[in-house]
């Protein structure tokens, strides 16, 4: 991409690492790359995942609450918490970087709550994975002691999964319109946002789920009209046949082959499907943008053309 842009890069919560020690040192990588979009003259504006952190910190609290160290906490508390902890993280790492190149930029970090319909079908079929991955004798430990709901995700271990409703419009949307006028670099809509819900004449509601952070981050990119969307996740390209011998990477493709394959099961639900969707939802949303996925590490060479999966119209 050699014209000036406006970008919203989504960072996965698994890209992220495991640990705050290694979060912090894959944030501080990624700043650079970030910063290396704005110095090529690119507006960016920052969304990310949150599902391992989401589900270390209400596993905490929750663990807290059962020993009497402490209450328990609601879903949507524990994802503010999970916003201000990495948009703290990278906010500070983007600041040090900014200034390391002389760059004078306000870096900010916005709790961001999105709404959602309380009768979304989503309520009633848990799908979307947080948390740690687990062996599948902890994993019916857990269901058995705690009630939660765990599924196999894509070969890679078993994780609870919560339910995962569909954004309908980002609560402060305004705010983040008016901080992308003035200059200032927006991180924003962590985790998907807060889900709330409208309650009639009570206003909002917080609601235990997790919105799909690639969506918000699509509906975030279609709202202010930006020019590229780039998910960033674990792995290179999107493949097809993934984990079999037939695996394949898409290097570029369209909505109708991304339809295509979804009728086709190609796309694991809760880990690339939602991507996808949101990369087709964008895209509706804004024909004439397009979609990079590729992983955190290749991020400098996918910008080069070198590796990743460009989707367009």
């Not at 902890?85 to 306000?106: A, F, P």
């Not at 969307?229 to 990477?249: G, K, M, R, S």
């Not at 509706?284 to 460009?310: F, Q, R, Y």
């Amino acid at each position: 991409m050699n014209m000036m842009a406006k970008i919203v890069v989504a960072l996965g919560g698994n890209a992220l690492g495991k640990s705050p020690q290694e979060q912090l040192e894959l944030v501080k990588n990624t700043a650079k790359s970030l910063v290396g979009l704005i110095t090529k003259g690119h507006e960016i504006v920052i969304s990310h995942g949150n599902g391992p952190q989401v589900g270390s910190i209400n596993l905490g609290l929750n663990y807290a609450a059962e020993h009497n160290q402490g209450p328990s906490f609601p879903f949507a508390e524990c994802g503010a918490m999970s916003q201000a902890y990495i948009g703290y993280q990278l906010q500070e790492s983007l600041q040090n970087e900014l200034h390391s190149i002389g760059m004078d930029k306000q870096v900010v970090t916005l709790v961001t709550q999105v709404e959602v319909d309380e009768n979304d079908p989503a309520f009633n079929n848990p799908s979307k994975p947080i948390g740690l991955f687990y062996n599948k004798e902890e994993a019916e430990q857990i269901q058995k002691d705690k009630g939660f709901i765990f599924v196999e995700d894509a070969g890679r271990g078993y994780r609870r999964v919560v339910p995962s409703p569909q954004p309908i419009s980002i609560i402060e949307l305004e705010s983040i319109k008016t901080l992308i006028k003035n200059d200032t670099l927006v991180i924003a809509a962590g985790g998907g946002g807060i889900p709330v819900i409208r309650e009639q004449h009570d206003g909002f509601k917080g609601i235990d789920a997790v919105i799909d952070k690639d969506k918000t981050s699509a509906l975030l990119g279609a709202n202010i009209q930006c020019d590229q969307l780039i998910i960033l996740t674990a792995i290179d390209y999107v493949y097809i046949n993934f984990n079999t011998e037939n695996q394949q990477p898409l290097k570029t493709t369209n909505v109708d082959e991304l339809k295509r394959y979804i009728d086709e099961n190609q796309f694991a639900k809760g880990s690339m499907l939602p991507k996808i969707e949101a990369a087709i939802s964008f895209i509706e949303n804004n024909p004439k943008g397009s979609v990079l996925i590729t992983s955190l590490n290749e991020l400098d060479a996918a910008l080069e053309g070198k590796v990743g999966t460009v989707i367009k119209k």
